[in-house]
């Protein structure tokens, strides 16, 4: 079992009404993709490629939709660097298109990010931020004439549930779990990404049907 010594960082944000799925859809992909496949190896972390943490504003309690309640892993002034930005979305990204500090944030750790992606709504945080300016995205279909209204130089695709530009974004909730998944394609390889969703029990779209690339 080959042993990974420097693991992509994936960090997750995450804020009150942040939508459950959301977040921990993406969560359980990267958190349970190795290199090594079969179900021996999610025993321990040395054949994964990613370390995933939750990061909030303040280093207290978030409540989920439905009243979950999670613990951040770190506020904006611990986190560490991170590789791949996950922006989730839900109810709660309506404040947070008003709230200079997050935005703010989000674009600093999008300058040092290898990737950056959203979940349904949270593509509105990433277009206020202005992280979607002149590229194709997608979010929750309740969303979309307001995605397009943020930003006009966003083209909106109703019809994809993720959609590749430099930035990802994916569709609604369920969306997540195959955006993760193509990332863990992208970075990882076909085989990677498939094992994982096989342990997920989990039924991949084929490409072509489901997302939108640079190019394609």
């Avoid at 990404?193 to 690339?213: F, H, L, N, Q």
């Amino acid at each position: 079992m080959g042993i990974i010594v420097n693991k992509l960082h994936v960090g997750i944000f995450i804020f009150d009404e942040v939508e459950v799925l959301d977040f921990a859809g993406p969560f359980e992909v990267f958190s349970r993709t190795r290199l090594t496949p079969g179900v021996d190896s999610r025993r321990s972390e040395d054949a994964a490629p990613f370390r995933v943490f939750t990061v909030a504003a303040h280093a207290r309690s978030v409540t989920a939709t439905g009243g979950l309640r999670i613990v951040p892993d770190y506020d904006f002034a611990m986190a560490p660097p991170i590789d791949l930005l996950i922006v989730p979305g839900g109810f709660g990204t309506r404040p947070l298109l008003k709230d200079s500090a997050v935005l703010e944030w989000i674009r600093r750790a999008a300058v040092s990010a290898r990737r950056v992606a959203s979940v349904c709504t949270g593509a509105l945080v990433l277009a206020q931020a202005g992280l979607l300016a002149g590229r194709r995205a997608t979010t929750h279909w309740g969303a979309l004439d307001l995605l397009a209204n943020l930003d006009r130089s966003v083209q909106v695709e109703s019809t994809r549930r993720v959609v590749d530009d430099g930035v990802v974004t994916s569709a609604g909730v369920s969306a997540g779990i195959d955006m993760a998944l193509e990332l863990v394609e992208d970075l990882c390889g076909r085989e990677v990404a498939d094992d994982t969703a096989r342990y997920m029990e989990y039924s991949r779209v084929p490409v072509g049907a489901m997302s939108s690339r640079p190019g394609g």
